[in-house]
């Protein structure tokens, strides 16, 4: 793969903010000696660099209720060394989705025999489990773990911890296209084996969100990712005193980051999640509140945004579903104790004009659960230990 290498980089405290990077090879061609100066502008990744990237590396795929051939599609996007992680949410009264869900990654798995995991986020089970290591923070008041995307990502990251992995993705069940799902993961890899701080995070964008109207117009920014993206700079040029345009991936639902940051991050439920990860490194590493994490703030926290080839296509959910969006994610941006007045007038200003709150209405905080690391990981390891095969696609083989 070739892709540009960060030529402009956004400091605030310990987090390196890299401008967005695009891909220009999807496939670079074989590994052979640079030409001197080749690798300053753009890097060139071998593909057995991008495979030892991919071995460590877990793709979740949250999934509620998707059509099976989009998420059978997905499936087969993921480079074969990734370890498959689904957190499915689906129904499973009257017809089971879940079981169909289950049924189709088995199948798959058989014939490509390759590693994946699926489980249901109710599951009883995995909640005693947390229970049992002492963090509550994901359940809800029937001691399951709640609805939400968000939550089914962090209980897939403890599934990744257990797994031993380095790294951990994300990727929508309802992409359309399989060679995006690929490059996606490519781009996850390529951003790590550029990062110089074990505490990585790379955020995809996409070069266009196509909609489908009258014939097919390629649209580059959705509404949503426009306004949180602004307000999220606003909040970090009130602090640097220099105006900023740097964040141009507020919203990324595709995004992976090393372990070693997934676990000392706190998150936040439903959509905030993504803009929520942003704000609380700029809280934990900014500089402006005490540093989170001694090692992250010495080695740093790195960001990449890197913008993809393929256009991003998925199921369009409606404009109500734009509102539901929106709200949580700026609600993160105005709850954060590094949030001024500016910024706060920014975002009332935005949801009255989109008519989601009234005038005196403030947006809901975000309900945050604590970092994976305050966890006891060893008592949630053995309490899901007698689970974890029935959580393997290969299973019934073994
Ligand atoms: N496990 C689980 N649990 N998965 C869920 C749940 C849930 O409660 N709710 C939704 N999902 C799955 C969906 O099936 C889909 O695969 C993925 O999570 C994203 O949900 P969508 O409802 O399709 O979200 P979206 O397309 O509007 O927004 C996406 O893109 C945004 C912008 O990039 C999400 O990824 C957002 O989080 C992201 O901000
Ligand atoms: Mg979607």
Known sequence: MRIESP????????????????????????????????????????????????????IVIPIKDEKLKLFEGVVSGVPHDCLIIVVSNSQKKGIDRFRMERDTLNQYCHFTRREAMIFHQKDPALAQSLLESGYTDLLGEDELIGDG????????????????????GFVDADNYFPGAVWEYVRC?????????????????LWR????????????????VSEITNRCMNSLISSKTGFETEIIKTGNAGEHAMSLKLAEILPYASSYAVEPQ????????????????????AKDGVEIFQI??????????????????????????????PLCEVETKQM????LRQQGIIKPRERPPKPHVSAP???MNLKKFSKAMEEYMESYSALREER
């Open 7 to 58: 030529r402009y980089t956004e400091r605030f405290g310990s987090v390196r903010i890299n401008d967005v990077q695009q891909v220009l090879e999807l496939d670079s061609g074989r590994a052979k000696e640079l030409l001197p100066h080749e690798n300053i502008a753009v890097q060139k990744i071998d593909e057995d660099i991008l495979k030892s990237f991919e071995e460590k590396m877990a």
């Open 149 to 168: 995307k968000a939550e089914g990502m962090v209980a897939a990251m403890l599934m990744a911890m257990l797994a031993k992995k380095e790294y951990v």
């Open 188 to 204: 996850f890899a390529s951003g790590f084996s550029m990062a110089k701080s074990s505490y990585a995070m790379v955020r995809i």
């Open 208 to 223: 266009y969100k196509p909609k489908i109207s009258v014939g097919m117009y390629f649209r580059k920014w959705g509404r």
């Open 277 to 296: 990860e942003l704000v609380s490194i700029f809280e934990g590493f900014g500089g402006v509140l005490p540093m989170a994490h001694p090692n992250a």
């Open 307 to 336: 913008e993809t080839r393929n256009p991003h296509l998925h199921e369009e959910k409606g404009g109500q579903h734009l509102e539901g969006m929106l709200l949580p994610g700026l609600g993160a941006i105005y709850h954060s």
């Open 347 to 350: 975002i009332l200003g935005e």
């Open 372 to 374: 994976l690391r305050k």
